[in-house]
T-cell receptor, first 114, second 111 residues
Framework: NAGVTQTPKFRILKIGQSMTLQCTQDMNHNYMYWYRQDPGMGLKLIYYSVGAGITDKGEVPNGYNVSRSTTEDFPLRLELAAPSQTSVYFC?????????????FGPGTRLTVT | GEDVEQSLFLSVREGDSSVINCTYTDSSSTYLYWYKQEPGAGLQLLTYIFSNMDMKQDQRLTVLLNKKDKHLSLRIADTQTGDSAIYFCAERAGGYQKVTFGIGTKLQVIP
């Protein structure tokens, strides 16, 4: 299994541009998550999904959108990028029936908005 | 709401024990986790403990949970340079999948 994969690894955006961060998992996990990690701030949940066709907001959803058309894919869309969205973005997945509810993380996408 | 606090930085000498501390506020926490993040990588689960346990040991790792004080610690015995990373404490409350992460403690191991 490849686990959770994210593309791209790095991206520089100009203010006002849009982009989609891709996330795919091959573990057949129902639950998927998007986090952002800012220096000294830990991880903040942006959006999550409990299954295909179902998404919900996390702590910091403003400026982002998600979709979940398949179990495997959970793309994160940034519309009208702003400098405040400069961050490292992590996608994660989990299987609700596991003993630990462990979340499996992708390697991250480092985004800079200038 | 939930809050998880941990110190930012810890430096130890190779071969010594490391103790990373964490406090949390949600008394309904059911699972408490320690995740490890190596440079340029995502988080990886190191160990976890159920809220009805006081201690869990896994090779060089010992997790202690004090529910009364809402305090969690991770002890790494015989710390190696490969243990240098950021360690995140996290809690999960109730049946909901939301996990609250601390800001992470950067462990520096000096050879």
């Amino acid at each position: 299994n490849a686990g959770v994969t994210q593309t791209p690894k790095f991206r520089i955006l100009k203010i006002g541009q849009s982009m989609t961060l891709q996330c795919t998992q091959d573990m057949n996990h129902n639950y998927m998550y998007w986090y952002r990690q800012d220096p000294g701030m830990g991880l903040k949940l942006i959006y999550y999904s409990v299954g295909a066709g179902i998404t919900d907001k996390g702590e910091v959803p403003n400026g982002y959108n998600v979709s979940r058309s398949t179990t495997e894919d959970f793309p994160l869309r940034l519309e009208l990028a702003a400098p405040s969205q400069t961050s490292v973005y992590f996608c994660a997945s989990s299987y609700p029936d596991s003993d630990s509810y462990e979340q499996y993380f992708g390697p991250g996408t480092r985004l800079t908005v200038t | 709401g939930e809050d998880v606090e941990q110190s930012l930085f810890l430096s130890v000498r190779e071969g010594d024990s490391s103790v990373i501390n964490c406090t949390y506020t949600d008394s309904s926490s059911t699972y408490l986790y320690w995740y490890k993040q190596e440079p340029g990588a995502g988080l990886q689960l190191l160990t976890y403990i159920f809220s009805n346990m006081d201690m869990k040991q896994d090779q060089r790792l010992t997790v202690l949970l004090n529910k009364k004080d809402k305090h969690l610690s991770l002890r790494i015995a015989d710390t190696q340079t490969g243990d240098s990373a950021i360690y995140f404490c996290a809690e999960r409350a109730g049946g909901y999948q939301k996990v609250t992460f601390g800001i992470g403690t950067k462990l520096q191991v000096i050879p």
